[in-house]
T-cell receptor, first 115, second 113 residues
């Protein structure tokens, strides 16, 4: 089954304790992206990657890191989490193709709470 | 990526047809129009995409006028399960500058029994 998986789905942590949220897709998509969603603010893009070893900042990259060593994986790293990073996080992937719109496939989400 | 404007919220009774309009005055020649649906605590789900005129699938229809400066998502005979947030995106998967995406706040559709 074609899908985007994220782990963990739920995480409660404390300020300053490094964490990684994994994201994996099995559709051989070039493009992957991370979003956070907060009440009243909609979906905001954190980082995106157009292919292996190519990453770039989205709208809200501060406090996050990403890497794209393999095409299928795009982990989100919080080196020193803070309470303002408490949010619902989504990973997404999509193919890059000519004459096509932006059809992204989203993961189930990771609800992160930083105390 | 072209900016879009859509209503913040809409209410509808069950069984009615719902039309959500999105404005995208700066749409580029190669841009497509894509709509997503999001239920609470779930990731957005692609529902329909089009370039011009009309597109229909099993879920919705998308109407795009000749000037392409707006589009209308039409949901026939909505049910309570259609209560969700609907996002309109405009861009070209292959185009430079299309990768930094902004979903905005979408349109919150509430279906009333």
């Amino acid at each position: 089954e074609a899908q985007v998986t994220q782990n963990p789905r739920y995480l409660i942590t404390v300020t300053g304790k490094k964490l990684t949220v994994t994201c994996s897709q099995n559709m051989n998509h070039e493009y992957m992206s991370w979003y956070r969603q907060d009440p009243g603010l909609g979906l905001r893009q954190i980082y995106y990657s157009m292919n292996v070893e190519v990453t770039d900042k989205g709208d809200v990259p501060e406090g996050y890191k990403v890497s794209r060593k393999e095409k299928r994986n795009f982990p989100l790293i919080l080196e020193s989490p803070s309470p303002n990073q408490t949010s619902l996080y989504f990973c997404a992937s999509s193919p890059i193709a000519e004459r096509s719109g932006i059809e992204q496939f989203f993961g189930p989400g990771t609800r992160l709470t930083v105390l | 990526l072209a900016k879009t404007t859509q209503p913040i919220s809409m209410d509808s009774y069950e069984g009615q047809e719902v039309n959500i309009t999105c404005s995208h005055n700066n749409i580029a020649t190669n841009d497509y129009i894509t709509w997503y649906q999001q239920f609470p605590s779930q990731g957005p789900r692609f529902i329909i995409q089009g370039y011009k005129t009309k597109v229909t699938n099993e879920v919705a229809s998308l109407f795009i006028p000749a000037d392409r400066k707006s589009s209308t998502l039409s949901l026939p005979r909505v049910s309570l399960s259609d209560t969700a947030v609907y996002y309109c995106l405009v861009g070209d998967s292959y185009g430079a500058g299309s990768y930094q995406l902004t979903f905005g706040k979408g349109t919150k559709l509430s279906v009333i029994p």
